[in-house]
């Protein structure tokens, strides 16, 4: 069975709106799974189900053998953290250290766990020299990873990143990125709601594509990228490298610049 499964699930919201409806969504403990799609395409509402911040409407949600409606969010949320868009809506302590060792002194984890899961998620978020620094003496782009150590040092089996890379420089994405290998080589299972095509087409082994409430594609990045009409349908856009070698006409569905210039080198041999 799954850890995370989704089955006909709807969610509507106190004034009528359907967010979700007849949602079937797997996933497997470990993977590391991008979703993508415009806005209103029900992403956020299904990920807040899978962290209990939304009890469905209709269907079941489980994870790791638990239907959340059973579960209160916060039982939920032990095994399932959830990382908000807006750091400002997760963060209200007055340092990096307070806000990050919140979650373990609420799980009450014993002294020599809590300081090597705190330690570990300041290193690999990049703030072990900020403990004492006030979040809000930070830029908001540093404030998102306080969010993120906070829920690393919780040390839940699946993580949950809401637009991670938004407002993110280069340096920003590619911390970004160490942070999501270093979680798949501990075995957490990562998802990511993202309209950051180039980040997913560098960093997850699966993207789930909704639209109009409902998924309307699954695959390896390589397969969703160039699936035209789930594209289309989600109305998202190719990462660049692939809308240029598309127009170039190179073979291999490319979706790293590495491949492309690979390409480009080997059609510029063939004139030679």
């Known amino acids: 069975m799954p850890y ?12 009528g709106f359907v967010a979700v409806d007849g949602l079937n969504l797997s996933i497997e403990e470990g993977e ?30 489980m994870v790791g053998g638990m239907d959340t409606r059973d579960y209160t969010t916060a039982q939920i949320s032990r095994v399932a953290g959830y990382v908000f ?45 900020q403990r004492e620094t006030n979040p809000y003496d930070l830029p908001l782009s ?33 911390r970004l990125s160490g942070i999501l290998k270093s979680l798949h080589e501990q075995g957490k299972t990562v ?30 990045p390589r397969e969703i990228f160039w699936d035209f009409d789930a594209l289309h349908e989600a109305m998202l856009r190719q990462p660049y490298v692939s809308r240029l070698c598309h127009a170039l006409g190179l073979p291999g569905n490319i979706i790293h610049m590495r491949d492309a210039v690979d390409a480009i080198a080997d059609r510029a041999r063939l004139k030679e």
């Open 191 to 220: 998802i990511t709601i993202t309209h950051d095509m180039e980040f997913v087409a560098e960093n997850f082994s699966r993207v789930i594509v909704m639209a109009n409430k409902k998924i309307v594609a699954s695959g390896t």
């Open 85 to 129: 868009q807006n750091p400002d809506d997760q963060i209200f302590h007055s340092t990096v250290l307070s806000e990050v060792e919140f979650g373990p002194k609420v799980l009450q984890f014993d002294e020599e766990k809590k300081k090597r899961l705190i330690n570990h998620a300041l290193e690999v978020t990049g703030l072990s020299g």
């Open 32 to 61: 590391n799974v991008a979703i993508i799609g415009q806005n209103g395409a029900g992403k956020t509402t299904a990920v807040k189900m899978i962290n209990g911040l939304g009890k469905p409407s209709g269907g079941i949600v």
């Open 142 to 174: 540093i404030r998102k990873f306080i969010t993120i150590a906070s829920i690393i040092a919780m040390d839940s089996k699946v993580m949950i990143f809401d637009e991670p890379t938004a407002g993110q420089d280069l340096q920003g994405a590619r």
């Open 4 to 15: 995370i499964q989704l089955k006909d699930v709807s969610f509507t919201y106190s004034n």
